[in-house]
């Protein structure tokens, strides 16, 4: 088929466009990757930008043997995996029977849910509820308060709503009951939703930050994001490090930009694995109401 020229002119000028929008996204990223292979002295006068000056590893080899990270890491990955489980599975329960025809409560039900998207529970009762529940330093305070997201689970319910009523009918003919219909013909076939819904609690669970700070206070227990943000509010444990450890082939300005860029690239290198799923699923769980 004929493209015309008119035709071509648009494709040019949004991919110069998505092109544009790209760069911005992904130079921050190089820059700080840059820093934290130049040297310290490179990094302080503002000479690295999308290449190292002064190329040395000695900051990623600090960052590499620093248990301390690490256990934040493994913590985090923790928090992300079963979190996203749990999200996942209860939100899929609570959006099929909200999917269902003949599911008599479901428009008062819904109407509960969205309100919940109005109306936020305040910080102080939020927080006092989670400590009576006895999750104050646990890490499943990190993970049950905000264990369903209503809009999430409401993309899964829309989707839901968008399978052809006559696969229940088969299914139902064929003695198929609701929990058989769910696990064998509904999953299998959500799996651009299902994915796209996993990318959004997956990276929510992976920036944990805010609960951290109200209910974590044992530091064995500091999830990613919290002690980054340590070493950017008390910088001058990090310019310490140099002198307990004597290595000067990095600083203060060159540790930030690597935990920067160690706190965000696992996250970020799971996306071109759900990338396929990803804008299908977003639009069709959007469609229908």
């Known amino acids: ?28 990223l190089l820059q700080l990757l840059a820093v934290s292979f130049s040297s310290p002295i490179a990094a302080d006068s503002k000479k690295v930008f999308l290449w190292p000056v002064e190329f040395t590893t000695g900051t990623w080899e600090h960052i590499l043997q620093n248990t301390v990270l690490w256990r934040s890491f493994a913590v985090t990955v923790y928090i992300t995996v079963v979190g996203t489980f749990l999200s996942m599975l209860f939100s899929v329960l609570t959006a099929f029977p909200l999917s269902r025809r003949e599911f008599l409560l479901k428009k008062p039900i819904m109407l509960g849910i969205v309100i919940t998207m109005i109306f936020n529970a305040p910080m102080i009762p939020f927080f006092l509820t989670v400590r009576e529940l006895g999750m104050m330093n646990s ?11 209503t809009f999430n689970m409401v993309i ?33 076939l959500s799996k651009p939703v299902l994915a796209t819904v996993s990318l959004f609690y997956a990276v929510g669970y992976w920036n944990t930050f805010m609960r951290a700070i109200l209910f974590i206070r044992d530091p064995n227990l500091y999830p990613l994001q919290l002690r980054l943000r340590e070493y950017f509010v008390a910088p001058e444990e990090l310019a310490a490090v140099n002198l307990i450890v004597g290595d000067f082939d990095f600083n203060t300005t060159t540790l930030k930009a690597a935990t920067i860029i160690f706190a965000t690239i696992p996250i970020v290198l799971v996306y071109p694995y759900l990338q396929k799923y990803f804008v299908k699923g977003a639009v069709l769980g959007s469609l229908k109401e």
């Open 1 to 28: 088929m004929k493209i015309s020229t008119g035709e071509k002119t648009f494709q040019i000028f949004n991919y110069m466009i998505l092109i544009l929008a790209a760069s911005t996204m992904i130079a921050p």
């Open 139 to 149: 890490l499943w305070a990190l993970i049950i308060p905000g264990l369903i997201s």
């Open 156 to 188: 899964i319910r829309t989707f839901f709503m968008g399978i052809p009523s006559d696969l229940d009918d088969a299914a139902k003919i064929d003695g198929c009951h609701d929990f058989r219909l769910l696990f064998q013909i509904y999953l299998p």
